[in-house]
């Protein structure tokens, strides 16, 4: 049988790491609209392509290209992180669960 202050311990330990996946899923979000940035400005750019001649606005495509990639390298990055980060907060409160049997019935 587990002590009482065991369990406290135990059910704050589940809180906070509940608290941080909540901010790992923030971070899931942000991620995914960095993502969708760049896909709908490129969008964008094709849908008015016929109104500009590419290689004479080369000096402004290029960096903006540039940008593009830098924004899907960050969103890639940030959606990788914290679904690692996700991960690893389920199994560190599968732990707690399975040591704590009586907190581990309230536990999904």
Known sequence: MQQPDSNAIAINAVQ????EKRTSLSVLRTGIAI???PL???S??????????VFHTLH???PLGAFCLALLVLG???????????HKHDRLIRQIKAEHEMIGKYID
């Open 76 to 86: 890639a990055y940030l959606v990788t992180h914290s679904l690692l980060k996700m």
């Open 44 to 53: 964008f750019l094709i849908a008015t392509s016929k109104y500009y001649d």
């Open 35 to 37: 993502l969708a940035l």
């Open 16 to 19: 906070l790491l509940l608290a």
């Open 40 to 42: 709908s400005l490129m």
């Open 60 to 62: 402004l495509v290029i």
